[in-house]
């Protein structure tokens, strides 16, 4: 089993940038793929980008690739999401998600262990 806490999330204004961590509670890296997923108020919750067990793959929504960056950092046993360029419509609450698979997973149902959340706004 293991541990997941965000933080970083905040207010910040269209255009801006925030980085949000993921520690976990032992290491990730050759053990679990890791997600960040969003939910916004009324709505489901959806992918927003992962990162693979081993050969650190990545892979992105395409509401948000090109402005989103998910890395690890083995040491720490943390992972990140690099947000740039936000929008108003980034406004959720941002999850960290892992799962045993070798891939990180679109679907929710596919992860195993999940954080409690951050909240994200975004000011137009």
């Known amino acids: 089993q293991v541990q997941l806490v965000e933080s970083g999330g905040g207010l910040v204004q269209a255009g801006g940038s925030l980085r949000l961590s993921c520690a976990a509670s032992q290491p990730t890296k050759n053990s679990f793929a890791m997600g960040w997923f969003r939910q916004a108020p009324g709505k489901e919750r959806e992918f927003v980008a992962g990162?693979?067990?081993?050969?650190?793959?990545?892979k992105y929504s395409d509401s948000v690739k090109g402005r989103f960056t998910i890395s690890r950092d083995n040491a720490k046993n943390t992972v990140y999401l690099q947000m740039n360029s936000l929008k108003p419509e980034d406004t959720a609450v941002y999850y960290c998600?892992?799962?045993?698979?070798?891939?990180?997973?679109?679907?929710?149902?596919?992860?195993?262990?999940w954080g409690q959340g951050t909240q994200v706004t975004v000011s137009s």
């Open positions: 998600a892992a799962r045993r698979g070798t891939y990180s997973g679109t679907y929710q149902g596919q992860y195993d262990y």
């Open positions: 990162i693979s067990r081993s050969d650190d793959s990545t």
